[in-house]
């Protein structure tokens, strides 16, 4: 029997041993950033080289991992005063290496990132000259709830290590208890690391860092394996342009077209008093057409969609910060400038995200007041990231302009801006055809003809689609894509019956062969998209606004059910608490169904950017009836609203979302005010976000 505390008195805090998984779990998103950050230890050691190996007894789904270099490597004390002493401020407090490079990480927790990757870490660490290396053998599994930080007692030795000059290797063992690598994962890895240091030149012509080499090691993947570098399409874009800007915003540099005719600049920015510090700029660019990707083509020997693809590993806006990427600025997908937004609003002038593939250096010697998250993923929105972000976006319409006065210009533009269009690209497909049959055949005219028309086809929907985000509320855009898709989208779908169809009366099922999942894709794509438009027919103005007699529990099922496929990718659980009895009510039902669309298209959202990619979640809906009226909590186990944005977040305009429109939000509280009020709470089941929307009147209960 336990005895009573007193009363009063003093006592010291014990951390559970477990808060160095959460470290790793929570403050690393993904295991791709996990080994970056271990890359980024071997930098600040004065490593030359790094070498990332996977291993084990079966070489298709490696168990171990190695990382080694060839750093400075660590004594015993370093070892007890620094591995063993979590948080420790010594690179903050030295700010550069004995080298003099400038440390990566100064909040002393990097290294746990070991813990994301594998059940157990065997370090071994030598100093040059040492006659001996130090070994810990770390078991992450001991690190649990049940025992204190204190309490866990972790193996070493100071002994020999003959095969070691001097450097550091950590072996990390059983990676199943995390996860099992794939092809995928290996080449996002690939990717990740190819665009860790940037491969941006100065004015001079050196590259920022040239003294360290990271080299990956994949069984079963030669092309992934070896020194690690972005592909060379990347280094070869169609516009080029280098810019350095001073912290008073005068912006000078060149501009070049197919890597000559370089044109210098001198330009000042618009005045700002965001003062973010000196940048330097690279932007390269290109046009996504098949005109303007045809050379690179045929010089590296491959498809469009191939070129189109190494472009989109590696299009987007990245920050440097002292030769190293901050993440997760460039991301795949990450359009943080929105800049496929700003394209729409005009394609033909401004460039898209899949466009280019640019850098924004700065260190932080000059830009101090860019300062890291807490999170450890991205800068904060403080006055200095604003006044960075509009001296990008303005240099970014330097190349804009300059682009748009040297290119022909045609009636219309083919070019896709767009990967949203980028699905209906058919001309592969055509030179198939022409070279299987041969040009003048029938069936490759017929081919080409219906290339012709879908291509039509899409520049009119883009159209659509351009002056819809121009204009104000959804409710356009949900009239215009159901009307203008359900046509071309009945049309679509006979047409390839038909296509199918002849190509087996004209040649036989045996001669098509490898076509059938061709077509099943197809067919199954296109009823994705009618189960969808189906999903939208209630949201139509002529059923928009007006008040029907629904079911509460029937509306939130039926939006589940649109989200059912980003649901099930994501893994996440749903789980909605509602009255046995329907709740029926007499409304608008699109105004209530718009707010659950948002709430559940923010959690979505926020639950893949905090969990990882398929790495699940929680989704929690709690219908209560009220005396006059209903209400709903929607809470979800995502990072939440911080408190300072809290006030923030239902205004016009306001996101976090790297390409949000800030609209969302401030549209389900506008939908809300006829009934009653959009709350954010701190009091939901579950710890993430947390809206309570409360419906009191004009509900017809």
């Known amino acids: 029997m336990s005895s009573a505390l007193p009363e009063s008195g003093s006592a010291r805090m014990r951390p559970r041993a477990r808060i160095i998984s959460l470290i790793g779990d929570e403050l690393i998103s993904d295991e791709s950033v996990a080994i970056v950050e271990l890359v980024k230890n071997a ?3 004065d490593a030359h080289r790094v070498m990332i190996e996977f291993g084990g007894d079966d070489l298709a789904d490696p168990d171990t991992l190695t990382i080694s270099d060839d750093g400075v490597g660590m ?17 903050k407090r030295a700010e550069r290496s004995p080298s003099g490079r400038t440390y990566q990480g100064a909040k002393g927790v990097g290294r746990f990132a070991a813990a994301r990757l594998g059940q157990s870490l065997y370090l071994e660490t030598k100093q040059d000259g040492a006659v001996n ?14 025992s204190y930080l204190d309490e866990i007692e972790i193996d070493y030795e100071v002994r020999p290590l003959p095969a070691f000059t001097h450097g550091t290797k950590l072996t990390l063992m059983n990676l199943h208890a995390r996860k099992h690598w794939a092809e995928d994962d290996f080449r996002e890895l690939h990717t990740r ?7 941006f030149q100065s004015n001079d012509g050196s590259l920022e860092i040239n003294d360290f080499k990271i080299e990956l090691q994949v069984p079963g993947h030669p092309d992934l394996t070896g020194e690690v570098e972005p592909h060379k399409l990347v280094n070869k874009p169609k516009y080029k342009m280098l810019a350095e800007v001073t912290s008073d915003g005068h912006l000078t540099g060149t501009l070049e077209i197919d890597g000559h005719s370089a044109e210098e600049i001198s330009q000042q920015l618009p005045n700002t008093e965001d ?6 700029i690279e932007i390269r660019a290109w046009d996504r057409d098949r005109t303007g990707l045809a050379p690179y083509m045929s010089e590296f020997d491959t498809t469009l969609t191939r070129v189109r693809q190494i472009l989109d590993n590696y299009c987007g806006v990245s920050i440097y ?5 901050v993440h997760p600025y460039g991301e795949r997908g990450n359009d943080w400038l929105s800049l496929d937004t700003r394209s729409r609003q005009n394609p033909t002038f401004r460039l898209a995200n899949n466009q280019v593939v640019a850098a924004i250096r700065i260190s932080r010697e000059d830009n101090p007041l860019l300062k890291d998250r807490t999170t450890r993923e991205g800068l904060v929105h403080n006055n200095a990231y604003t006044g960075l972000v509009d001296r990008f976006t303005s240099a970014l319409a330097i190349i804009e302009e300059h682009r748009y ?30 070279r299987q049959l041969g040009k003048k055949h029938p069936v490759a005219q017929l081919v080409k003809k219906k290339e012709v028309e879908v291509r039509e086809g899409v520049a009119r929907l883009q159209d659509h689609y351009s002056r819809v985000v121009l204009a104000a509320g959804f409710g356009q855009l949900v009239d215009i894509v159901v009307h203008e898709i359900g046509a071309p989208l009945g049309r679509a779908t006979r047409e390839v019956a038909y296509l199918e169809r002849t190509l087996i009366e004209t040649f036989g099922e045996t001669r098509i062969r490898g076509l059938e999942n061709t077509f099943t894709n197809i067919k199954a794509w296109l009823e994705q998209i009618s189960m969808f438009r189906e999903g939208l027919l209630p949201r139509v103005a002529a059923k928009r606004g007006r008040a029907t007699s629904f079911s509460i529990q029937d509306e939130i099922n039926g939006n589940l059910e649109l989200y059912s496929n980003l649901i099930a990718k994501q893994k996440i659980q749903v789980a909605v608490r509602a009255p046995s009895k329907r709740l029926v009510v007499h409304m608008a039902r699109s105004s209530f169904g718009q707010v659950v669309v948002n709430l559940l298209d923010n959690s979505v959202y926020w639950l893949t950017r905090h969990h990882g990619d398929g790495r699940g979640g929680h989704i929690d809906i709690q219908v209560t009836s009220l005396k006059h009226g209903f209400r709903v909590r929607f809470s979800d186990d995502g990072p939440g609203v911080i408190e300072e944005d809290q006030d923030l977040i239902f205004e016009q305009q ?3 979302k790297p390409s949000g429109m800030g609209l969302g939000l401030f549209v389900a509280r506008q939908l809300m005010e006829p009934y009653g009020r959009l709350v954010y709470r701190q009091d939901c089941k579950l710890p993430g976000a947390c809206f309570e929307a409360t419906f009191e009147q004009r509900v017809g209960l």
């Open 43 to 45: 930098y600040d050691a």
């Open 75 to 91: 004594d015993i004390t370093t070892v007890m005063t620094g591995w063993f002493e979590p948080g420790t401020l010594s690179k």
């Open 133 to 146: 290396g130090t070994t810990v053998l770390l078991e992450w599994g001991e690190f649990d709830e049940d």
């Open 193 to 199: 690391l190819s665009r860790l240091i940037s491969p």
């Open 275 to 280: 003062q973010c510090g000196p940048l330097v």
């Open 321 to 325: 910060r002292d030769g190293f990427r």
């Open 405 to 434: 006065r040297v290119r022909p210009r045609k009636e219309r533009e083919p070019e896709q801006v767009s990967t949203l269009f980028e699905y209906f690209e058919m001309s592969e497909v055509v030179e198939q055809a022409d």
């Open 654 to 656: 306001f996101t976090r």
